[in-house]
Each structure stands twice: as C-alpha cells, then as structure tokens.
C-alpha cells in the first residue's frame, strides 16, 4: 500500500500502563475511505488504540503517520481531520446547538454555521425545531450520543473513530447512529474505524475486520481466536487447555512460550448437529447459533456461535446451512482438532 492510498500507518507501537504492555503492533495501515472493523474482548486494548489513532494519546514507543506524515498528540495539524466518540458521551453544559456549533466556533465560524448544525442534526435524527435549544440535562442518553455524534459530523473530518458507538443506546438511537456514520464515508469519503461487540453490523458494514487480543493484532478474514486465559493440568503434560464458561475444555497444543494466543482457522472447524456423533476430533465444544445473516459476498451465511462464552463466526454456504436446518437457537457440536490450532 503507498503512502498516498493509506491514512494511518503504524511502525513499531507499543503502549505500557505501568509495567503492563497493553499494545504491540509492529505495523498496521489503513486505507482511505475504508472502513475497518475492529473486535476483541474487553481490556484487548481496542480503546487505547483508538486513542492513539486519534492523537488524544502518544504511544509508549513507535510513531504514527497520517496522510503519509508522522503526526504527534493535540498538534494543530491534526485538529478536526480526526475525531473519535466514545461509548459514554461527553457534552458541554450548555445546549444540543451550541454543542454541535462549539468545534466549528473554535476554528474559525462559518457564515453557515446555522445550517451546518440543522444538517448535522438531521443526519442523526434529531429536529432541529425539538432540540436545538435543549440543554444537555434534558436528553436521554440515545439522545445525547446522537448529539456527540452530530458534533464530530459537523466538522467533516477525514477520519471517523467510533469506540462502541452504540452499547448504551435504545434501538432507534442505534440505527440512526449506524446510519449516520455510514453515510460519512458514501457522501464524504471519511474513513471509519469501528469498534462493537455487534458483529453482525461489524461484517457487514466493514470492508476489513481486525481483532486484538492481548494487544496484539490479528487479521481475522480467516482466523478465529480462541482467547485466554490457558490453563496446564499438570507440569509433565506439554498440551494447555482452555476451559469455557459451561465447564468445557477445549484441548490446546503446546506452547512454545507463554503470552502466546491460540488460533486456529475456520476451514478447520466442523458443524455438526448437537444430537449427532461421529467426529474423531478431540475438540467437540457444544454450542448454539446466536445468528446468521448473509454477507452478500459469494452468498455466503456469517454464523455466530456461542460455544462457552466464546464466539465462534463461520463462515457457510446455503446448502450445507440448509442440510443442517440451521437458524438461532439450533443446538450444535463444533468438531475441530488441537494439533489445528496455533499459537500466535
């Protein structure tokens, strides 16, 4: 990838709190316009770097470059090309107008700033007659992360970073939400790098999905991690274990070095129905479907299994999902082999 067709390009990051390293990424780019999707479970380190990519933070080591430049925290450069919002929005004590209108008055205001906000306000839902006068105290919090929201469009920024944009929201603010940001990038080319537990919206919407465990980065177009913690039933046997939420044990291979991830591939993991048998694999993990939706890539099924308390997402073609007789809720056994699985 060249500089001209990347916006962010990460050499070398790594960022400590104390003595605990909570990122490692050698390198990362990300192209522009895209839009990237970005899964791990809680404490992988997905805010932190969000944080990074939006200068409000200067990593421990390493540099960023941005539209081929290296770029530093809070520079005057990079204010408004980038804006992230967070799951728990921050307003202003004022009200939903002059929050919206405070970063263009900051810069410099411009003579269409009232349209501007009306514009920005629409894109998000809200009317402008109801709530531009309302104070901030005065929202629901849907409401106010719509408001947040509006408050970053507004300024047209090339990048868009979104850190679990709608965990705390009701349905309709959820939508809207999605909606919005998505029609950044159509009608702006903004870029987005998303972080949800919605995976779902997450692959359908993203044109790459990355996944961070441990702050490390996987490219997860046909991995599926298998995070921690491990455990070794015993100091003489090589093989490590990881044992679900359910009482389950999924059988590991060994590991060279410990602060390794197990991952394995999603070619290599069977779905059988739960009331069948015949898998000589010695991994064979009850689960059930959480969903299924088609990506409209070869016609494909992403599937969510819940396996445990891990989520497995695989990958399935109509014909073998239909002999299955597949839809959520349908209990299955995945059948998958430990000497599959690698550590990473």
Excluded at 196 to 218: A, E, R, V
Aim: net charge positive; charged share 20%; glycine share 8%.
């Amino acid at each position: 990838m060249t500089p001209a067709s990347s916006i962010y390009r990460l050499d070398g990051v790594a960022h400590f709190y104390g003595d605990k390293q909570v990122l490692d990424i050698a390198d990362l780019e990300i192209p522009k316009g895209s839009i990237t999707g970005l899964m791990g479970p809680n404490g992988s380190g997905k805010s932190t770097l969000l944080k990074i990519l939006a200068f409000a933070m200067r990593p421990s080591r390493g540099r960023v470059w941005f539209n081929g430049t290296p770029q530093h925290p809070f520079s005057q450069e990079i204010q408004g090309h980038v804006t992230l919002v967070t799951q728990k929005p921050y307003l202003l004590k004022r009200s939903v107008f002059d929050n919206i209108a405070y970063g263009l008055k900051i810069r410099q205001t411009p003579r269409d700033l009232k349209q501007r906000v009306y514009r920005s306000m629409a894109d998000v839902g809200l009317d402008f007659d109801r709530f531009a006068y309302r104070q901030w105290h005065e929202l629901s919090g849907g409401e106010a992360q719509r408001v947040a929201l509006a408050a970053r469009l507004v300024l047209r920024p090339e990048v868009l970073l979104l850190d679990e944009p709608v965990a705390s929201v009701d349905a309709r603010s959820a939508a809207l939400i999605r909606k919005a940001s998505l029609a950044a990038r159509q009608n702006r080319g903004t870029t987005l790098i998303i972080t949800s537990h919605d995976l779902p919206w997450l692959f359908t919407c993203s044109d790459t999905q990355l996944s961070l465990n441990n702050g490390t980065l996987f490219a997860t177009g046909q991995e599926i991690i298998i995070p921690g913690p491990y455990t070794r039933p015993h100091p003489d046997n090589p093989k490590w274990t990881r044992h679900l939420e359910d009482g389950q044990i999924i059988q590991l291979p060994p590991a060279v070095s410990t602060g390794k991830t197990a991952v394995i591939q999603r070619k290599h993991i069977r779905v059988i129905r739960a009331e069948r048998t015949g898998s000589t694999a010695d991994n064979q993990v009850r689960g059930q479907v959480q969903s299924m939706y088609m990506t409209g890539r070869h016609r494909e099924f992403m599937t969510t299994i819940d396996a445990g308390g891990i989520a497995f997402m695989l990958s399935m073609t109509p014909d073998p999902a239909a002999r299955l007789n597949l839809q959520p809720g349908t209990p299955v056994t995945l059948a998958f082999s430990s000497s599959d699985i690698l550590w990473q």
